[in-house]
């Protein structure tokens, strides 16, 4: 089947912000205002707009640079993210000492954040990764197409005219005809495995380990996510030769236990040792797989509050299998085991 609309730029590389923009979306539609941040990037209509995929791409490697954690690239220096948001709500919360104020809470950001039944906190929507360069409505744009993370835990794709949240919240079907593509979200693991199915996406955690400090006081989540998507590039939609983009990613996050209302992200070093991975891709028209591998002997980042992003390789191809090990730890979590993948 043809495809006729070129949807070259559709799928972000990891598929798996700005200064707080107003929760009134509807109001923005067809009134876009950008604001030229370098001849890459800018912003429009609240979101950051990438010139085209290099650029994109371009911005993205430098965001998941682990050194990078503590600082902002100054592509967006008068953008805020929504990490960004995330955090500032995060030390909002560190001044929650009693129920009324954990009810005020609640109501203040329950559209922003979500809280766990152990009163931490979490991403309402989108991942780690998406969290760096989307805004507070979960929106990014890529040359001609907008991604949308949304709270029910899809990723909205579209070409044209920038769309409202009701319109979004409408579409859960993908017509590559109309320039959409409609994915999926999840921070529930994962088969390894498996391959996606044709014209869908799934980016998930596919492995989660939680460790505790010995006190148990502090504790460190590591997760490794895989975001992946279609290349909808191509002339035409082959089932059988379909490719795939995917990036493979682990996210290192600790948490203080707090005497009121359970865990806090708060600020630690990180460090990394012996990581040792491989993942396999088939490239067509080759139906042979071939292996890559990431390695890194050690490594640590000092004074980082937050999720903590080690990339270990973005291929274009059908995936195959992960595999390896690796240990993640933090200062208040000196004793977490190695990581293994199988």
Known sequence: MKNKFNLRYLI???LASISIASCKKDATVGNQKEELLTNAV???NGYLKFRDQKAFDSLVNILVKPENSNTKPKELVNFKSYKDIFMEIEKEYQNVNNSKAFDDFKTKYSDLVEIKSDSSLTYRFGTPLSALFT????????GGVTTVYTKDQRMVSYAGKHKSESQINSIYKTDANQGIFVGSVSTKMAVVNTEATFGSVVTSAIKSELYYNEDGKRRLFVDLWKDSAPRTDIEVWDPAALEYRIRYYFSSRQELKKTFGGWRTNETDYYFSNLNYNYSF?????????????????????????PIIIDIGTQEGKPGSIWGTGRFFSGGVPNAPSFNVN
């Open 135 to 142: 805004n507070i409505n979960g929106e990014v744009k890529i």
């Open 12 to 14: 972000l590389p990891m």
């Open 42 to 44: 800018s912003i429009e």
């Open 282 to 306: 088939a490239i067509f028209p080759n139906p042979n797989y071939t292996i890559f591998n990431y390695s890194l002997g050690s490594y640590s980042i000092g004074n980082a509050t937050g």
